[in-house]
């Protein structure tokens, strides 16, 4: 049986957040410039407290996973389940994290959930496919 280390989880955490917080920038800036309220200062804003915080809940909803999953091996169709639960997780703190910053929960906070709903589905699940190919941190 092969194990997933902590520090395999960690830096697995790290890289995917660089990925996401790159996207969340590039949301954020797109969505608030369309909707004629351009502000880098808040994409940085919100980036920097998502990058933190859902890397400590990204460590964790790995970790249950792998006590789930008892195979490293996940199927396509496991890791489109945990795509699904990870995307709920993160777009509800992607919402409330923009509301927060913006001090407004309107549609442009929802505006900023719903498109990286879309981009991070995408890029979470390519993440996770690569992952399973990169032996770094596995315990037999």
Not at 81 to 93: D, G, N, P
Not at 104 to 114: G, Q, S, V
Request: aromatic letters at 14%; a positive charge.
């Amino acid at each position: 049986m092969i194990n997933e280390s902590h520090v395999r989880s960690v830096i697995k955490g790290i890289s995917w957040r660089i990925i996401a917080t790159s996207d969340t920038f590039l949301v954020v800036i797109i969505i608030t410039c369309l909707l004629d309220q351009c502000s880098f200062e808040n994409a940085i804003k919100i980036g920097i407290i998502e990058f933190f915080l859902k890397l400590l809940i990204y460590y964790t909803h790995e970790r249950v996973w792998l006590k789930l999953i008892k195979s490293f091996r996940f199927s396509k169709e496991q890791s489109l389940l945990k795509t699904i639960s990870w995307r709920f997780i993160a777009t509800t703190t992607t919402f409330l994290i923009s509301g927060a910053v913006l001090n407004d929960f309107n549609e442009i906070t929802l505006f900023i959930a719903l498109f990286e709903l879309i981009s991070k589905f995408i890029l979470y699940y390519l993440h996770e496919r690569i992952w399973i190919k990169i032996p770094l941190g596995l315990k037999h």
